[in-house]
């Protein structure tokens, strides 16, 4: 199972502010930046934020990202009905020298 | 425009071999860490290792599960990325999907792997 802990869900209504979390260690999100993929099943992943708060060209602002200690957080504001999907964080771990996900959460729109 | 299309997938019994393919396009292949990730039916995301660029050393990582049986290789000539997959078994089962750079800024659409007897 995944070193980096996320909230299997969340939701919200067109509009409103979803926040997202994902908890790991000293040895990955600790120790390095943390990047964040949004992923419709059948599709490719897409690269939503990078180094913890940068988001790549043609990202909307409506995305920001977050970190603090050993956990990091993904925002999504002005929540869209393009924007469920499944959302997951990742980094780099020193200990099993690897790249590690997170569990993932699943976004509905209401 | 970048692109990156994997191909190779198929229907492998367990035990068996696999090499996948990744072709891109629009871009520096050569300059440029390469992975693969893949995704197990009704799973997340897992990252399967990295090749780094040639001028970086070429070296390779893996993640736990697949060290010793999966190998990742490049041909910057063919702008193309490579992992042969040996001893598969049915946990492999999965979309195999490449990707550009540390950040994993671009993706292919993946391949399907299905291990089964």
């Known amino acids: 199972q995944s070193v980096l802990t996320q909230p299997p869900s969340a939701s919200g209504t067109p509009g409103q502010r979803v926040t997202m979390s994902c908890s790991g260690s000293?040895?990955?999100?600790?120790?390095?930046?943390v990047n964040w993929y949004q992923h419709l099943p059948g599709t490719a992943p897409k690269l939503l934020i990078y180094?913890?708060?940068q988001r790549p060209s043609g990202v909307p602002d409506r995305f920001s990202g977050s970190k603090s200690g050993t956990s990091a957080s993904l925002a999504i504001s002005g929540l869209q009905s393009e924007d469920e999907a499944d959302y997951y964080c990742a980094t780099w771990d020193d200990s099993l020298n690897g790249r590690v996900f997170g569990t993932g959460t699943k976004v509905t729109v209401l | 425009e970048v692109q990156l299309v994997e191909s190779g997938g198929g229907l492998v019994k367990p035990g068996g071999s696999l090499r996948l393919s990744c072709e891109v396009s629009g871009f520096t292949f050569s300059n440029a860490w390469m992975n693969w990730v893949r995704q197990a039916p009704g799973e997340g995301l897992e990252w399967v290792g990295h090749i780094k660029s040639k001028a970086d050393g070429g070296t390779t990582d893996y993640a736990a599960p697949v060290k010793g049986r999966f190998t990742i290789s490049r041909d910057d000539s063919k702008n193309t990325l490579y992992l042969q997959m040996n001893s598969l078994k049915t946990e492999d089962t999965a979309v195999y999907y490449c990707?550009?750079?540390?950040?994993?800024?671009?993706w292919g659409q993946g391949t399907l792997v299905t291990v089964s007897s």
């Open positions: 990707a550009t750079g540390w950040i994993l800024l671009r």
């Open positions: 180094s913890n708060n």
């Open positions: 000293s040895s990955n999100i600790g120790s390095n930046a």
